[in-house]
């Protein structure tokens, strides 16, 4: 088991900038989460680690040593693909050999051999090692390929999006089990995903990471609820946030041409005085729009239902004022209808405002 | 309704078989009138109109084989000498009237087709699966220009290539010999076999080899556990074409052998002449040197069909 | 769990290199350069010899008559051939063979590929194997089966066709035709093969959104398989053009190169070259054939490129 | 606009019965999602009724009117494919107006009407390009455009979504539900995705094994799943399932025993009735509980089952909290603000009023 540490790496492709600068630190024992959109340079940072590919500038640090000039073999990582890789001409048995036959380990067969009972045992595979890997099921490739990275308890585990070609029923149940495996063994995993409920779900600490660039790096809660920029507040948390263009007028937030006028609460009030007059942007989480069929409160403001989501537990209520939708989150008891006029309001203390020129938090 | 656009759907699709059908006889007439020639007794061979039934005779093939002389005239065999007969030269007797003098050249001519072919293939896919290897998993500088030229040596027609190489081959004393030949058929093949086979080897994943990699292996350990096992079958394909493409050609066997080291195609369109415009014989050694061909085309029919367009689509 | 602890050679190895395996670079060398090499050697090599001679009066057999060593006379060799007023004879005849074997051979093993395409049975394989039999065999061989089927006297050609007693192979008005039949016979099957692959390769699911939007069948031919077709189909042409222009053992097989046999370029440059032993003469006439091939698929490729876009 | 009728289709392929004797009525207007696993038989019912296969049995009718054994171009439908089908050889543009030209329509109406299309999807600046220079969404987008250029009488939709990105997906969902608003025609929406149907549907159909499971709108297959299957299907997380017996307790009270745990917990009075009306007493059954409706405490409380807490996943606006009852799991979804720690000893009890129970032999709902 090992840290990580990456010093503003950066890796470009022809023109493309792939990676472009990034510092990170994960602890040892850390899950710890990649998350971006395809295209944001995750597989590649991955990869750079492993040693699959060269680095442009910056350095990589496994348990402090710089493993730069290490070929992926000698770097002792593993790697679970997205395709899980089982080598197609050998059985499930082999697979699992296989890291442990490498000329590096010098093992002797009865110690390859117990290693790769135990692990199947660990992940409840004793009973595919006979079977061609062709013939598995999809969940049944993702325990083999990940036992095939545990046999040799490398130093850092290194994931490429493992769940994502896996149906939705099981992939939640391989969450469950990642996550579980991870408390058990004590790795450090280092996970990359373009699905933010596992991020959210499994990590430890997430990076939020869009075109080569890191936007923030926090625990699930940090990244869910205060959000340092636009694209993190909008990439994590489903439904999406509510994005409206705001400015800021006597004390008041003005959404588009006086659609929406909230009051800001007090405690902000003075913070944000030195922001009045400039283009912001306002985001709101849909849980954070209480709507309710009568106006109960004095700054609920009225709109109509354009359309419905359901959810099984809760709803999604798409709302109109005159040119704005937004999306509020709400119990199905509510039963709203389509063109039914009901009354939203918002919870300001949880709105989050950013900066529309550069993004950024305020 | 639906029933009946179905059943005129079915009768359509039993035309069309009965149309195909009828055009792939069409198309293997030639192949047959070679068979059918090729087991034709001594007389019946120059019959006109050709008949389709007679009683078989393997004569054709026993003469290809053999080199023979004509009893003189009046001359017979003594009943003895009928009885010390082998059962070969018995039918030849019967047939021709001739005596079996010794085996004849193609045996020979054949043999050297088998290992001339064999050897070129062998080599040539060794060497064309690392190179295409190389050119599928590196970078290497000026990779397309490189491909292309591996690619227009084959274009080269032989007939222009044939000049400077006679000259180079008396110079180095490679003229009639097996090296020779071999050489010249795995420089021609090879180009051929790192076009195909990069295609192949582009198929398989990188994901593999990195993750073999990342478990402990050596770039060539990689390559030997991992690309070569999964490329096996695009490796097999590749080593049958350059087989069938060395034992059909023509052109250099012709011009830079003799003898020794002679190959079929090269020797049995001059033999019409010799054989005295033994027709059965001809043909009997056609049919003996394409049935192999045959063979491996109908065995192997899948991955040569793919190769056929695989090789040509890449190009 | 024991395998959860790491093993004590893995803790001394941490961090140090002990085992350096080859870099990358030295085994793609490794890889590619013997090939390369060879193909220089025999490919390569040999081409600029050929070019150098062609600009030299030598004789690689009669070294009495020329002088033992070539001696350069500049472009006189090519002047010669392109002078010669039989040349351009021969010309006409290879590109009169090209086009009549290819057009052939497209027209026919386009519509045949059509056919196998929408037909559906179980011996569907075998049918395209036995097709594509003739192309997997040795031309010369082929040649010399195909002068015993068009014999006169014995040949079943004539027979079967109901043609009388037509002489196919030694009557030159006639043998270019003969050598045509042939090659199309032992061709079509490429382009057939070409073609199905093309055919399949165009998703059914093209086809269903074509029914979707109440396309026409003439529709659907016109604006999805012929255009999907269309590069394969010259990738074929390509291919066809250049192995017809220099047709060589073919012509070999079933007339020979003598007198009577059609004035196709290949056969003529094998008899200044190796008959008559004219090689430096033959050497320039290779290098016209050869720039002529160049020539013509480039502009193929072009095209080419222009339809993959 | 039209309404579809299904009427006992059935299509077998081969010895495999994709679909086995489906009724369905789907009415104008309305956004109909069919949902399950691969497999079970939504994408044949969806190329049925497009005419792209045709039933082996049954009778299927758009408007009253019986176009069983029409063509798929007789009928006026609008099909939207997986992998897009976009004619790759044209460009945006030409896709869009393939339609139009294969009906003949003159060049400049087409060219109106391709606007108006792209007017509507907000893709007027990518019409020049072809398929392969376009990203998926786009690619997404001219599609629908080629189906809403036509004005037809339905939509078909097979996943149209299925290979966009987490992120994405989730946007695109809302805008073809909105888009359905604004357009208003008859759709019908394949896909095995359980979020995508329940957030677009107006009615749920779901299918498993090529036979019908239930219809209804997302609430009722959510809050009240017809058997087991669904139950399972529907939810994410997914239902709580823990097998039970009825047990006679002291009083004559129906209580449930819970095998894994060795207690046994009280039902309401009007479950006790149901359970005894249907006559399952006997029977194996199956307790169910959506995570939401697993009462979850970390101190002690009476009635509450001990456990230990196995796996704690966020979500942002939720927890879940999985935890253990002998070798089954339970997943809770608490509050963002509780946050256990992984082996705290917690307490849970089941909601009486929201748990469903299932035969276990049949896997029918019994309540």
């Given at each position: 088991m090992a840290s990580v540490r990456l010093a503003s790496l950066t890796k470009t492709f022809g023109q493309v900038t792939a990676v472009d600068n990034i510092d990170l630190e994960i602890d040892d024992r850390e899950f710890f989460v990649l998350l971006g959109p395809t295209g944001a340079g995750k597989t590649t940072t991955l990869r750079l680690i492993a040693g699959l590919e060269k680095p442009d500038q910056g350095e990589v640090y496994l348990g402090n040593v710089s493993v730069n000039d290490l070929s992926p073999a000698l770097r002792d990582v593993a790697f679970v693909f997205q395709y899980y890789t089982l080598y197609p001409h050998y059985t499930v048995r082999q697979n699992l050999e296989f890291p442990l036959r490498s000329k590096l380990r010098r093992l002797s067969e009865s110690e390859i051999d117990a290693k790769v009972s135990e692990v199947a045992g660990v992940l409840h595979i004793e009973s595919l090692l006979g079977r061609e890997t062709v013939n598995l099921s999809g969940g049944e490739m993702q325990r083999v390929a990940i036992g095939r990275a545990m046999v040799r308890t490398p130093k850092v585990f290194l994931m490429d999006e493992p769940l994502s070609n896996l149906d939705a029923k099981l992939r939640e149940e391989m969450r469950t089990e990642l996550a579980r495996l991870h408390l058990d063994l004590g790795f450090t995993f280092f996970y990359v995903t373009h699905d933010q409920i596992e991020a959210m779900t499994m990590g430890d600490r997430i990076a939020v990471l869009n075109e080569g660039r890191i936007l923030q790096i926090g625990t699930p809660d940090e990244i869910y609820n205060s959000p340092e920029n636009v694209f993190v507040a909008k990439f994590v948390g489903s439904p999406t946030i509510n994005l409206f263009e705001a400015s800021i007028e006597t004390s008041t937030l003005v959404v588009g041409k006086k659609t929406l006028v909230c009051a800001i609460p007090g405690t902000q009030r003075s913070s944000l005085e030195k922001y009045t007059k400039r283009e912001l942007i306002l985001a709101i989480r849909p849980e954070d729009i209480e709507v309710s069929k009568e106006k109960k409160k004095a700054d609920s403001f009225k709109c109509t239902v354009y359309f419905t989501q359901s959810m099984g537990v809760e709803d999604i209520l798409n709302l109109r004022i005159n040119d704005l939708v937004l999306r509020a989150l709400v119990p199905p008891k509510l039963l709203a209808r389509v063109g039914d006029t009901v009354y939203a309001s918002i919870n300001m203390k949880r709105s989050h405002l950013f900066d529309s020129e550069t993004n950024m938090r305020l | 309704m639906a029933r009946i656009a179905n059943r005129r759907q079915k009768i359509g699709g039993w035309v069309l078989i009965i149309v195909l059908?009828?055009?792939?006889?069409?198309?293997?007439?030639?192949?047959?009138?070679?068979?059918?020639?090729?087991?034709?007794?001594?007389?019946?061979?120059?019959?006109?109109?050709?008949?389709?039934?007679?009683?078989?005779?393997?004569?054709?093939?026993?003469?290809?084989?053999?080199?023979?002389?004509?009893?003189?005239?009046?001359?017979?065999?003594?009943?003895?000498?009928?009885?010390?007969?082998?059962?070969?030269?018995?039918?030849?007797?019967?047939?021709?009237?001739?005596?079996?003098?010794?085996?004849?050249?193609?045996?020979?001519?054949?043999?050297?087709?088998?290992?001339?072919?064999?050897?070129?293939?062998?080599?040539?896919?060794?060497?064309?699966?690392?190179?295409?290897?190389?050119?599928?998993?590196?970078?290497?500088?000026?990779?397309?220009?490189?491909?292309?030229?591996?690619?227009?040596?084959?274009?080269?027609?032989?007939?222009?290539?044939?000049?400077?190489?006679?000259?180079?081959?008396?110079?180095?004393?490679?003229?009639?010999?097996?090296?020779?030949?071999?050489?010249?058929?795995?420089?021609?093949?090879?180009?051929?076999?790192?076009?195909?086979?990069?295609?192949?080897?582009?198929?398989?994943?990188?994901?593999?080899?990195?993750?073999?990699?990342?478990?402990?292996?050596?770039?060539?350990?990689?390559?030997?556990?991992?690309?070569?096992?999964?490329?096996?079958?695009?490796?097999?394909?590749?080593?049958?074409?350059?087989?069938?493409?060395?034992?059909?050609?023509?052109?250099?066997?012709?011009?830079?052998?003799?003898?020794?080291?002679?190959?079929?195609?090269?020797?049995?369109?001059?033999?019409?002449?010799?054989?005295?415009?033994?027709?059965?014989?001809?043909?009997?050694?056609?049919?003996?040197?394409?049935?192999?061909?045959?063979?491996?085309?109908?065995?192997?029919?899948?991955?040569?069909?793919?190769?056929?367009?695989?090789?040509?689509?890449?190009? | 769990m024991s395998i959860f602890k790491r093993s004590k050679e893995?803790?001394?190895?941490?961090?140090?290199?002990?085992?350096?395996?080859?870099?990358?670079?030295?085994?793609?060398?490794?890889?590619?350069?013997?090939?390369?090499?060879?193909?220089?050697?025999?490919?390569?090599?040999?081409?600029?010899?050929?070019?150098?001679?062609?600009?030299?009066?030598?004789?690689?057999?009669?070294?009495?008559?020329?002088?033992?060593?070539?001696?350069?006379?500049?472009?006189?060799?090519?002047?010669?051939?392109?002078?010669?007023?039989?040349?351009?004879?021969?010309?006409?005849?290879?590109?009169?063979?090209?086009?009549?074997?290819?057009?052939?051979?497209?027209?026919?093993?386009?519509?045949?590929?059509?056919?196998?395409?929408?037909?559906?049975?179980?011996?569907?394989?075998?049918?395209?194997?036995?097709?594509?039999?003739?192309?997997?065999?040795?031309?010369?061989?082929?040649?010399?089966?195909?002068?015993?089927?068009?014999?006169?006297?014995?040949?079943?050609?004539?027979?079967?066709?109901?043609?009388?007693?037509?002489?196919?192979?030694?009557?030159?008005?006639?043998?270019?035709?003969?050598?045509?039949?042939?090659?199309?016979?032992?061709?079509?099957?490429?382009?057939?093969?070409?073609?199905?692959?093309?055919?399949?390769?165009?998703?059914?699911?093209?086809?269903?959104?074509?029914?979707?939007?109440?396309?026409?069948?003439?529709?659907?031919?016109?604006?999805?398989?012929?255009?999907?077709?269309?590069?394969?189909?010259?990738?074929?042409?390509?291919?066809?053009?250049?192995?017809?222009?220099?047709?060589?053992?073919?012509?070999?097989?079933?007339?020979?190169?003598?007198?009577?046999?059609?004035?196709?370029?290949?056969?003529?440059?094998?008899?200044?070259?190796?008959?008559?032993?004219?090689?430096?003469?033959?050497?320039?006439?290779?290098?016209?054939?050869?720039?002529?091939?160049?020539?013509?698929?480039?502009?193929?490729?072009?095209?080419?490129?222009?339809?993959?876009? | 606009m039209a309404e579809i009728a299904l009427r006992n289709i059935v299509k077998r392929f081969g010895s495999l019965v994709a679909v086995n004797n489906l009724n369905l009525h789907i009415r104008d207007k309305e956004f109909v999602v069919l949902l399950g696993p691969s497999g079970c038989g939504k994408t044949t019912t969806l190329r049925c009724i497009s005419g792209l296969e045709t039933p082996d049995e049954g009778k299927i009718l758009i408007d009253e009117e019986d176009v069983t054994n029409k063509r798929a171009s007789q009928r006026d439908v609008a099909f939207v494919f997986q992998l897009y089908a976009l004619y790759p050889h044209l460009t945006a543009y030409g896709n869009i107006a393939f339609p139009l030209v294969a009906q003949g329509l003159s060049k400049k109406r087409t060219r109106q009407e391709v606007d108006r299309a792209a007017q509507i999807l907000r893709i007027k600046h990518i019409l020049n390009k072809?398929?392969?220079?376009?990203?998926?969404?786009?690619?997404?987008?001219?599609?629908?455009?080629?189906?809403?250029?036509?004005?037809?009488?339905?939509?078909?939709?097979?996943?149209?979504?299925?290979?966009?990105?987490?992120?994405?997906?989730?946007?695109?969902?809302?805008?073809?539900?909105?888009?359905?608003?604004?357009?208003?025609?008859?759709?019908?929406?394949?896909?095995?995705?359980?979020?995508?149907?329940?957030?677009?549907?107006?009615?749920?159909?779901?299918?498993?094994?090529?036979?019908?499971?239930?219809?209804?709108?997302?609430?009722?297959?959510?809050?009240?799943?017809?058997?087991?299957?669904?139950?399972?299907?529907?939810?994410?997380?997914?239902?709580?399932?823990?097998?039970?017996?009825?047990?006679?307790?002291?009083?004559?009270?129906?209580?449930?025993?819970?095998?894994?745990?060795?207690?046994?917990?009280?039902?309401?009075?009007?479950?006790?009735?149901?359970?005894?009306?249907?006559?399952?007493?006997?029977?194996?059954?199956?307790?169910?509980?959506?995570?939401?409706?697993?009462?979850?405490?970390?101190?002690?409380?009476?009635?509450?089952?001990?456990t230990r807490v196995y796996v704690v996943e966020t979500m942002g606006s939720y927890n879940i909290t999985d935890v253990r009852l002998g070798d089954e799991t339970i997943k809770v979804r608490t509050a963002p603000s509780i946050l256990p720690e992984v082996g705290e000893t917690v307490y849970i009890s089941f909601d009486p009023q929201r748990i469903s129970i299932f035969d276990e032999e049949t896997g029918d709902s019994v309540v």
């Open positions: - | 059908a009828v055009i792939t006889f069409v198309y293997l007439v030639p192949f047959l009138y070679i068979i059918n020639t090729s087991f034709k007794p001594w007389t019946g061979i120059k019959e006109y109109p050709p008949k389709v039934i007679f009683k078989p005779s393997i004569g054709s093939f026993i003469r290809i084989f053999t080199s023979r002389t004509v009893y003189p005239p009046g001359e017979v065999p003594t009943e003895e000498e009928m009885a010390r007969m082998k059962w070969y030269e018995r039918i030849v007797y019967r047939e021709t009237n001739e005596e079996v003098v010794r085996l004849g050249d193609l045996p020979r001519r054949y043999l050297n087709s088998i290992i001339i072919c064999s050897i070129s293939t062998i080599i040539t896919v060794i060497l064309g699966t690392i190179t295409a290897y190389g050119f599928s998993r590196f970078k290497v500088r000026g990779k397309d220009d490189l491909l292309f030229f591996i690619l227009s040596t084959r274009m080269l027609p032989p007939v222009v290539v044939v000049i400077p190489v006679f000259l180079m081959f008396r110079f180095l004393g490679l003229t009639d010999t097996h090296i020779g030949l071999i050489l010249l058929y795995v420089a021609f093949n090879v180009s051929f076999a790192v076009w195909v086979l990069k295609g192949f080897i582009d198929e398989i994943p990188t994901e593999y080899e990195e993750a073999a990699m990342v478990d402990g292996y050596t770039r060539f350990q990689v390559f030997r556990k991992i690309v070569v096992p999964q490329a096996t079958t695009g490796i097999a394909a590749t080593a049958v074409f350059c087989f069938i493409f060395s034992w059909n050609e023509y052109a250099f066997a012709f011009l830079l052998s003799r003898k020794i080291a002679q190959t079929v195609p090269a020797w049995l369109p001059y033999q019409m002449g010799v054989l005295g415009y033994d027709w059965g014989a001809a043909a009997a050694g056609t049919f003996i040197f394409l049935v192999p061909v045959m063979v491996f085309t109908i065995i192997l029919r899948k991955h040569l069909l793919r190769g056929i367009t695989f090789g040509a689509i890449r190009k | 893995n803790r001394t190895r941490n961090g140090q290199v002990y085992y350096r395996p080859m870099r990358d670079i030295t085994l793609l060398r490794l890889f590619i350069f013997p090939t390369i090499i060879l193909l220089i050697v025999i490919n390569v090599f040999p081409l600029f010899w050929s070019l150098f001679l062609s600009f030299s009066r030598y004789s690689a057999k009669m070294p009495n008559i020329w002088g033992k060593n070539p001696r350069m006379i500049g472009t006189a060799n090519y002047s010669r051939i392109l002078t010669d007023p039989d040349i351009w004879i021969r010309f006409i005849t290879t590109a009169k063979y090209v086009v009549l074997s290819v057009g052939g051979e497209m027209i026919l093993g386009f519509g045949l590929a059509l056919l196998i395409f929408r037909s559906n049975f179980k011996g569907k394989g075998l049918i395209t194997t036995l097709l594509v039999l003739p192309m997997t065999m040795s031309p010369v061989i082929v040649g010399l089966m195909w002068q015993l089927f068009y014999d006169p006297n014995w040949g079943s050609f004539n027979y079967l066709l109901g043609l009388g007693r037509i002489d196919w192979v030694s009557d030159p008005a006639r043998n270019l035709y003969s050598i045509v039949i042939v090659d199309i016979w032992m061709w079509t099957p490429f382009v057939m093969l070409l073609s199905i692959a093309g055919l399949s390769a165009i998703p059914r699911y093209l086809y269903e959104a074509a029914e979707i939007d109440r396309a026409s069948w003439w529709l659907k031919f016109w604006k999805i398989t012929l255009p999907m077709v269309y590069p394969l189909l010259l990738v074929a042409l390509i291919f066809r053009t250049i192995e017809a222009f220099k047709i060589f053992d073919l012509p070999m097989g079933i007339v020979g190169r003598g007198a009577v046999a059609p004035r196709l370029l290949a056969l003529h440059l094998y008899n200044v070259s190796f008959v008559t032993w004219k090689t430096s003469y033959g050497s320039a006439l290779g290098y016209i054939m050869l720039i002529i091939i160049i020539a013509t698929t480039s502009i193929f490729i072009k095209y080419l490129k222009k339809a993959k876009q | 072809k398929p392969r220079e376009l990203s998926g969404g786009d690619m997404q987008r001219v599609a629908l455009g080629r189906a809403i250029v036509r004005r037809p009488k339905v939509f078909l939709l097979d996943e149209p979504i299925g290979t966009l990105d987490a992120k994405f997906r989730e946007e695109m969902r809302a805008e073809l539900k909105k888009l359905h608003v604004d357009i208003g025609a008859t759709t019908v929406y394949v896909t095995h995705d359980q979020v995508e149907a329940m957030s677009m549907g107006d009615r749920v159909v779901i299918m498993n094994l090529g036979v019908l499971q239930q219809v209804g709108t997302p609430h009722e297959v959510y809050n009240k799943p017809k058997n087991l299957f669904v139950a399972n299907f529907i939810g994410s997380p997914g239902m709580n399932f823990i097998s039970c017996k009825p047990l006679r307790g002291p009083g004559g009270k129906l209580a449930l025993r819970l095998p894994v745990v060795n207690t046994t917990i009280a039902i309401p009075d009007e479950t006790q009735t149901i359970i005894i009306d249907k006559k399952k007493e006997e029977k194996d059954l199956v307790l169910g509980v959506r995570p939401e409706n697993v009462i979850f405490s970390r101190k002690e409380k009476s009635n509450h089952l001990q």
